[in-house]
Structure formats: structure tokens, C-alpha cells
């Protein structure tokens, strides 16, 4: 079973067991017929009880919310996060700097991310700051073909170093999303706490014919988003979609992932 296959169990135990009342929670996939995804997560689990030493590890912190990966992914994993740490402490790169932060905040949205991506497509991270989501994708799904960029120089320098010490099937490009789509057609393009989605498609107008999608995460104030983006004409020949739908785990706060695509042209 590939990665991407072993998703979406691991996701299902995060959120408990299907609910015949509600009717929500997992459906199968119209755009891949060889993957389940998740449409929306109905809760967060309770936590496993840990020991106070045994929440010192990464491996702990996946296991108290029921997160199960292969060793040599979190081993890689915890590798990112002592590197992404030690750089953290020169320049600000991240507020997770503990393993639980790091697991209930870039892990789960990472694989909420993941769960939506075609296996072998060329995928950009605008904007990964400290790495989050292209890294981790990097390391939990090997088979995309995975560019990062950051337009902050600083920023760059250490992801690119934090990438090289891993050896992580990632390039990462010290630019501006907008540069590279002058050059690049990408299938997917994903981000997370880059912009407010106005400004975000303002910057991706003119890049259409190069991107064939955006997968982007929200919080709770999607909507209002949306609608702001619609106001604006933002939105114009563009189709919306949420995708999924997901509680932070020990928090009462709802993420979301929304595919954003160009509407077909009509045929003459």
C-alpha cells in the first residue's frame, strides 16, 4: 500500500468512527478513483495519556493523536524538527517548537493536504516559510514531484540548508510564486497561512494558464474570505470548493482545505 493509501486509516482513527446519523466523514474520491479522502472531520480524538517522559519524542506526540507513519518517516520527521528549531533560534521561522505544536498544527495539515494530491504531479508550496507544507510533504510523500519557494532570503537560506541535510526530494527556489509561474506550469499548487485569499488570488490572476489548481488552508473565517473574494471579482472565472473539513486537535478551532480551479472554457 502506497503512502498516500495509508492516509487516510490513520486519518479515519483521528476522528473516530464513521457516524450513520451524521452521515459525514468519508467518501470516495471523484477525481481519483484509486484513493478515499476524507470530506470533513467531525472531531478530534481524546488523546492517548502519556507519561511525562514519554511525551518528550516525536514518535509520542504521533502516537497520543493516533497518527501512524512508517519509522523512517518520522524519524526524518524529527530530524526536520531539530533542524527547523536550531535555525528558529536565529530567525523566525516558526511558533511550534515542541513536538505536540508540531504534530497537532504542520503534521495534520500537512496530511489533510496530502490526502488531495495526485500521486507523480508537480506540486509548488508558495511561500513555505519554515517549510511547512512542502518538507513535510517531501517526507510523506516522496512520489510528488515537489518545488518550495520563499521569497524572504533569510527564510530560503535555512529551509534550503534544512532540505540539503535531510536529502529531501524537494527544490527549494529562493522567489516569488509569481516568477516561477512565468516559467513553470505546475498540476497543484498548495499554501497555508500565506495571505488572505483576496490577496492571494490577486497575486495568482495573471498565472491561471500555468497552475492547474490551488489547494489552500483556512481556518474558521473561510467564509468571510470567500465572500470578500467574490466582492472583489477574485474569484471570476474561477470554481470553489471545500474538500475537507477538520478540527484542530485539542482546540474548538475548524481548518478547512478549499480547491480553487479555472473554469473551463466554453466550447465554440
Known amino acids: ?3 498516500a493509501q495509508s492516509l487516510l486509516p490513520m486519518l479515519a482513527r483521528r476522528v473516530g468512527p464513521w457516524s450513520s446519523t451524521s ?3 468519508t467518501t470516495s474520491c471523484s477525481r481519483f478513483k484509486s484513493f478515499a479522502v ?3 472531520f467531525t472531531a478530534s480524538p481524546t488523546p492517548i ?8 519524542t516525536l514518535a509520542a506526540a504521533l502516537t497520543r493523536y493516533q497518527i501512524d507513519l512508517p519509522p523512517e ?3 526524518q520527521l524529527d530530524r526536520y524538527c531539530q533542524l527547523l528549531w536550531s535555525w528558529n533560534e536565529r530567525l523566525n521561522l516558526t511558533r511550534h517548537t515542541d513536538y505536540q505544536m508540531f504534530v497537532t498544527r504542520d503534521v495534520v495539515d500537512t496530511l489533510a ?3 488531495h494530491l495526485t500521486p507523480g504531479t508537480r506540486v509548488l508550496d508558495v511561500g513555505t516559510g519554515g517549510g511547512v507544507p512542502g518538507v513535510i510533504l517531501a517526507i510523506v510523500r516522496a512520489d510528488l514531484k515537489l518545488t ?3 521569497s524572504v532570503q533569510k527564510k530560503f537560506a535555512a529551509v534550503h540548508a ?3 541535510e535531510l536529502a529531501a526530494p524537494i527544490e527549494v527556489v529562493h522567489a516569488r510564486a509569481e516568477e516561477l509561474l512565468e516559467v513553470y506550469h505546475y498540476d497543484t499548487l498548495v499554501a497555508r497561512a500565506v495571505a488572505p485569499l483576496p490577496k492571494l488570488l490577486y497575486w495568482l490572476e495573471p498565472y491561471w494558464n500555468g497552475i492547474g489548481e490551488l489547494l489552500i488552508i483556512k481556518g474558521r473565517n473561510w467564509t468571510e474570505e470567500r465572500h470578500a473574494a467574490r466582492e472583489l471579482g477574485r474569484l471570476n472565472r474561477l470554481e470553489l470548493r471545500r474538500v475537507a473539513t477538520y478540527q484542530t486537535p485539542d482546540t474548538d478551532r475548524e481548518s478547512v482545505v478549499l480547491r480553487i480551479w479555472r473554469e473551463e472554457e466554453p466550447l465554440e
Open 1 to 3: 500500500m502506497g503512502v
Open 23 to 25: 452521515g459525514r466523514y
Open 38 to 40: 476524507l470530506s470533513s
Open 49 to 56: 495519556t502519556l507519561s511525562d517522559t514519554q511525551q518528550d
Open 73 to 75: 518517516q518520522v524519524e
Open 113 to 115: 493536504l496530502a490526502e
Open 148 to 150: 518550495a519557494c520563499e
Open 162 to 164: 534544512i532540505v540539503q
